[in-house]
Structures are given as C-alpha cells and as structure tokens.
C-alpha cells in the first residue's frame, strides 16, 4: 500500500512537472534598433510573458540558465555572447562595428526529462544597424520571419514561420501584450499571420510544437519532443 502510495506521488510530480514546462518559455528582449559602435544589450527571461509572470534564474527549469545566447553578425559570422546572471534574467551585450542585421538566437535542449517528454526551448531576435537590409536566414530549423524596426501603436505586423527555409501552413501562433491580452493565431499557406498592435510595449510571440519521436537523451528514454520558439518586437 505504502509503495502504490509512493508511486502515485511520483506520477502527480511528473504531472505537475510536465504542466509547468509546458506553460513557460524562454524569451529574448532588446531594442530592436541598433547604432554602429555603440554597445548593445539583450536579457533573456524565463517565465510565462502572458501572466506577467517572470522566474527567478535560479527556479528555472532543469538547466536552462546555462543556456548559450549566439550571436551571426552583418557578415554572417557565429559567435557566443557572455552571459552574466543577473537573479531575475540573464544579460549580454554586443558591439556592432557595422551596419546590417544582427540576429541574437537560443537552442537548448534542457538536460531533464519531463516524465518521457525532451523539451527544446528556442528564442530569437533581430536587431538593424544602419539601413534597411534584406532578410538573411538563421542557423535554426524552425524561425520567424518579421519586421525589425520600432513600431508604433495600430500598425499591421506580418510575422512568418519557417522551417528550414519553407513556409508552416496553418500552425498556431500565440501573440502575447504587455497588457495581458493575448490571442492564438494560424498561418496561412504562405506561413504568416498578420496582428494589429495596440498597445505600446513589449510583444512576444511563440509557436510551440509537440511530435510523437523516440530516442535517449542522457542515458533516458523519451517518446516525444517539444520544441517551443519565441520572439519579440516592441511598439512605440
């Protein structure tokens, strides 16, 4: 009795654990305009953005707060930002010495399982320096694809999710307010989806994505895998 009693702790435990990684994310916030020579900071933060709900560095999940934050420059040049612990979100900074796109990205596979499930959790960002410069690719299989520029309050924002360098027809896309509001949206044939934004601040979006896959990771087996990405982009 006392071990069926045990088990079924174990089982709530895994539950509980599974829900909470489900419902939180990782994200990355910096201003999404930059200026040549100038040092430029990003934060990454790991919580749920929709409750207003941000995780201490030390409460988060598995070992996620020994992520590596990346960096491909103007020139498409990769290399890995230093992150310092700042208690509430990690923090870097960057200093860019040309004009063009500079893109800022996150994959980590957490170390942990939850129950039999691998979670994979991805962040972006883009930041101009300079003029406008076309879209350049990413070194992740799945990514958004939208405007890097401040944006001003009512303005149209197209975002598209690609994987790899194909368009993800009618996949859900959470956009998420700094006001708390948040709504659920689905690509269309092209991959995109188009919001209207009308409240100042930081808005975050996320595309998450559940597939039935075996394998072992850290000596554990697990049956699915759970890719969760995020942007951001602010409005004036």
């Known amino acids: 009795m006392k071990y069926i009693k045990h088990l079924l702790i174990i089982v709530m435990m895994l539950f509980v654990s599974n829900q909470i990684v489900q419902a939180h994310a990782i994200w990355i916030e910096s201003n999404p305009v930059g200026t040549k020579n100038q040092s430029h900071t990003i934060r990454i933060y790991y919580g749920e953005y929709a409750s207003g709900e941000i995780e201490k560095t030390k409460d988060w999940y598995s070992d996620l707060s020994q992520l590596k934050l990346n960096l491909l420059d103007s020139k498409n040049k990769q290399v890995e930002l230093h992150l310092t612990d ?111 934004v009308i409240w100042p601040g930081t808005y975050v979006i996320e595309h998450s994505h559940m597939a039935d896959q075996s394998g072992t990771w850290n000596n554990k087996s697990y049956t699915k895998n759970w890719q969760g990405l995020t942007a951001s982009f602010q409005v004036k």
């Not at 930041?127 to 350049?136: F, H, L, N, P």
């Not at 958004?144 to 194909?166: H, M, T």
Request: glycine residues 8%; aromatic residues 10%; charged residues 20%.
């Open 86 to 196: 700042k208690g509430a979100y990690l923090e870097s900074s960057f200093i860019p010495v040309e004009d063009g796109i500079y893109q800022v990205f996150i994959s980590h596979p957490a170390k942990e399982l939850g129950g039999t499930t691998r979670y994979e959790f991805i962040a972006q960002n883009r930041i101009q320096v300079g003029k406008t410069a076309a879209y350049s690719s990413i070194p992740l299989d799945t990514h958004f694809v939208f405007a890097n520029q401040l944006l001003k309050v009512k303005d149209q924002v197209e975002i598209q999710l690609l994987r790899g360098n194909n368009p993800v027809e009618n996949e859900e896309i959470l956009l998420m307010s700094p006001s708390g509001w948040s709504k659920t949206y689905k690509t269309n044939n092209l991959g995109k989806i188009q919001v209207e």
